[in-house]
């Protein structure tokens, strides 16, 4: 598929998605500030493994110049590159737009000025969805649910971005929808949910099962936001690396569409009370929490309806309770660089 740049390619993401790729034979450009904690591990980890193939700039998706040079020439590009915290989003709202929106708008400027055509594949969020306080609950004793919605939240649901970030986000996820319909550039937006896996430094803004796990193994208190029963479906890094692939080897059949993904209603977890019992057996003891405040635009439930997507014949493979295991297994062998 020629030469792939990935903006945001030392991230979590980013960087499981370049392992594939130049694994699998490909170019790949790496775009990124390495602000995010673990970001230059995970560089030096694709470095170590990689002499060939790979190339790294180090740039910022604000400043278009550098954006401008590393989306020329590419005939691919997946932009990942974010702010992507709500709670930092609010608290700096401006530095928030200008990574996301305004960053995103640098890429895909430049792509249509790079005359090359390259596919965009943006990676966008269920935070576009908002609080969905419409949508009808029922709580049972360890979890929120849908009352009337069984394959879960699917595309035609209506946009409410809620949170700055999911204003950013929710721009970007507009503007690339959009790159496709004005500039015939072949652009796919992927709506995603929680994504877990290996080289995921989570933190408590992002990221949270990660998280979870790395207070554990280091002895830190968890805070719990809410009542512990806000249900997400919860997809393992391979199972979206699929996805991608799957674009990236017929671009035709998915650009100008737009796909939620995540593990679908197969794939969900209440985020402590229904996860506390998995990773308590992995720890071998007792876990402490706190409680406080539910946080500005969190989802009592979301749950991905990936009926779309799954038309490609993809569908996810590895479950919560396997993944948060291999989740953990990673953490332990990592836990001095976290
Ligand atoms: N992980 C998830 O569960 C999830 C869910 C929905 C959407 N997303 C989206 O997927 C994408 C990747 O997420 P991730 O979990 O890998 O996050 P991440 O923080 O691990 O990766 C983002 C990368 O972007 C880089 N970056 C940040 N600001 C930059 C800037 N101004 N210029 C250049 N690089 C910059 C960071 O250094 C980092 O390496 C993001 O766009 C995020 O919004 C992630």
Request: include cysteine; charged fraction near 20%.
């Given at each position: ?27 790949v ?32 998706v ?30 700096n ?17 430049a ?68 790159y ?12 995603q ?23 554990i ?48 209603v ?11 019992p ?10 402490s ?19 779309a ?30």
């Amino acid at each position: 598929m020629g030469k792939i740049l990935i903006t945001g390619g030392a991230g979590f993401i980013g960087s499981n998605y370049a392992e594939r790729l130049l694994s699998n034979g490909h170019q790949v450009t790496l775009f990124d500030n390495l602000s995010r904690k673990g970001s230059v591990q995970n560089l030096e980890w694709l470095q170590g493994k990689y002499s060939s193939g790979i190339k790294f700039v180090q740039g910022d998706v604000r400043h278009f110049e550098d954006v401008k040079e590393a989306v020329y020439k590419q005939d691919v590009v997946f932009h990942f590159a974010a702010q992507v915290a709500v709670t930092s989003s609010v608290v700096n709202p401006r530095e928030d737009f200008e990574i996301n929106a305004l960053g995103t708008l640098n890429v895909l400027e430049a792509a249509r000025l790079s005359s090359n055509n390259p596919l965009i594949v943006y990676a966008s969020t269920n935070k576009v969805y908002g609080a969905m306080d419409d949508v009808s609950l029922v709580e049972t004793a360890t979890r929120w649910q849908y009352k009337e919605l069984p394959l879960g939240i699917s595309e035609q649901n209506h946009l409410d971005f809620h949170s700055p970030y999911g204003c950013s986000k929710g721009a970007g996820d507009q503007y690339v929808r959009d790159y496709s319909r004005i500039y015939s550039i072949p652009t796919v937006v992927f709506r995603q949910s929680c994504i877990y896996g290996v080289r995921q430094y989570g933190i408590e803004d992002q990221g949270w099962l990660a998280h979870f796990i790395i207070s554990i193994l280091k002895d830190s208190k968890i805070k719990i936001y809410g009542d512990g029963k806000q249900v997400r479906d919860i997809l393992w890094i391979d199972d979206l690396l699929d996805a991608y692939d799957i674009v990236l080897e017929s671009p035709n059949n998915f650009a100008g569409q737009v796909f939620n993904i995540g593990g679908g209603v197969d794939f969900t977890v209440s985020i402590w009370n229904e996860i506390e019992p998995i990773i308590k057996d992995l720890a071998g003891k007792d876990l402490s929490i706190q409680y406080d405040d539910w946080r500005p635009g969190d989802q009592k439930v979301y749950i991905s309806d990936i009926t779309a997507f799954s038309r490609s014949g993809w569908s996810p493979k590895v479950d919560p309770v396997t993944g948060t295991k291999l989740l953990w297994e990673w953490i332990s062998d990592h836990i001095h660089l976290l």
